[in-house]
């Protein structure tokens, strides 16, 4: 069975603190890929990374960071700083044999 | 990065009216696009993937002759929600990619809006 599972439904930081989005995973598939997208209020879902099974190195972008660790079947998403542009519904998704998103976790970030 | 345009953003429209959404590529092929409904606060839901030129692949649960699908050329794919009724009111959204392989990025339109009256 694949399965994404984001606890975290919705959480509220104020800016510049950092904030990190927990994504949980399930799969029998010994290749897979992880997605995290952002949903800002507009609708439209923006790519944000993508990470294969494979590829266990942490990665950094600007303010944004991923720790992958497979031993916990985790994928999770800091944002440094924060800010209030960052507000948005994160997901995180699998893709094995089918793209599976998470629930989501609408991040709010208060001025 | 690619661009996914969809058309219209909102519709309202009356019980038992038909609508007709456009998903479309602008900069790129989409051999596939996929089709989902995202409900207030919730995850997106994935109710059919179309390859050009064939017949879409609905999952299970979604009513094929109520939202018809058609991905007429490998840069348009058009969902007509048939005879709708309010229970139909939800967000949908489409996503194309160039090739449907594992980890194949999803490119994802801004969505419509739908209310049934």
């Known amino acids: 069975a694949q399965k994404v599972t984001q606890a975290q439904t919705e959480i509220s930081v104020v800016e510049k603190e950092d904030v990190t989005l927990d994504c949980v995973y399930e799969t029998r598939d010994t290749t897979y890929y992880l997605f995290w997208y952002k949903q800002p209020p507009s609708g439209e879902l923006v790519f944000l990374i993508r990470r294969n099974s494979f590829d266990e190195q942490n990665e950094i972008s600007g303010r944004y960071s991923w720790n992958f660790q497979k031993s916990t079947s985790s994928f999770n998403f800091t944002i440094t700083a924060s800010q209030v542009v960052d507000s948005a519904v994160y997901f995180c998704a699998l893709d094995g044999n089918q793209f599976y998103f998470g629930t989501g976790t609408s991040l709010t970030v208060i001025p | 990065g690619a661009v996914v345009s969809q058309h219209p953003s909102w519709v309202i429209c009356k019980s038992g009216t038909s609508v007709k959404i456009e998903c479309r590529s602008l900069?790129?092929?989409?051999?596939?696009m996929f089709w989902y409904r995202q409900f207030p606060k919730q995850s997106l839901m994935l109710m059919a993937t179309?390859?050009?030129?064939?017949?879409?692949?609905?999952e299970q649960g979604v009513e094929k002759d109520k939202f018809l699908i058609n991905h007429a050329s490998l840069t348009l794919s058009t969902l007509t929600v048939t005879s709708a009724h309010p229970e139909d009111s939800s967000f949908y959204i489409c996503s194309a990619s160039r090739w449907r392989g594992q980890g194949e990025k999803l490119f994802f339109g801004s969505g419509t809006q739908l209310s049934v009256l």
């Open positions: 179309s390859n050009e030129g064939s017949k879409a692949t609905y």
């Open positions: 900069d790129f092929q989409a051999t596939t």
